[in-house]
C-alpha cells in the first residue's frame, strides 16, 4: 500500500523556521519526482515545489522561493521541505504529493 506520512508541522512566529518531513512507503521512492502542495484556510491547494527523482533539480512556486528549500533523502524514503522566514499567508496543512497520491497532511501555523 503507498503511504506518504507528514509530519513537522506546528506553530511559529512570522520569521521563524520549520522543516517538514514525507516518509513514503509502498512504492520505489527513488523513481518518483515529488511535490508539496498546501491549502490555506478557505482556499484551493497550491502547488509549493517540486523535485525531480533523482533530486538533481528543484522548483518553487514564486510565493516561496528564496525562503523554501525542498530535498529528498532517496535512501530514507523521505522527503522535506525546510521552511525559512515564514510568513503568516504561509499558514496552511502541508501536503507531500505524488502522481496519485496524497498523504493526510501537517499544518502549519504562522502568527504572532
Known amino acids: 500500500e503507498v503511504q506518504l506520512v507528514e509530519s513537522g508541522g506546528g506553530f511559529v512566529q512570522p520569521g521563524g523556521s520549520l522543516r517538514l518531513s514525507c516518509a513514503a512507503s509502498?512504492?520505489?521512492?527513488?523513481?518518483?519526482?515529488m511535490d508539496w502542495v498546501r491549502q490555506a484556510p478557505g482556499k484551493g491547494l497550491e502547488w509549493v515545489s517540486r523535485?525531480?527523482?533523482?533530486?538533481?533539480?528543484?522548483t518553487y512556486s514564486d510565493s516561496v522561493k528564496g525562503r523554501f528549500t525542498i530535498s529528498r533523502d532517496n535512501t530514507k524514503n523521505t522527503l522535506y521541505l525546510q521552511m525559512n522566514t515564514l510568513k503568516a499567508e504561509d499558514t496552511a496543512v502541508y501536503y507531500c504529493?505524488?502522481?496519485?497520491?496524497r498523504g493526510q497532511g501537517t499544518q502549519v501555523i504562522v502568527s504572532s
Open positions: 509502498g512504492f520505489t521512492f527513488s523513481s518518483y519526482p
Open positions: 523535485i525531480t527523482a533523482d533530486g538533481s533539480s528543484t
Open positions: 504529493n505524488r502522481v496519485g497520491k
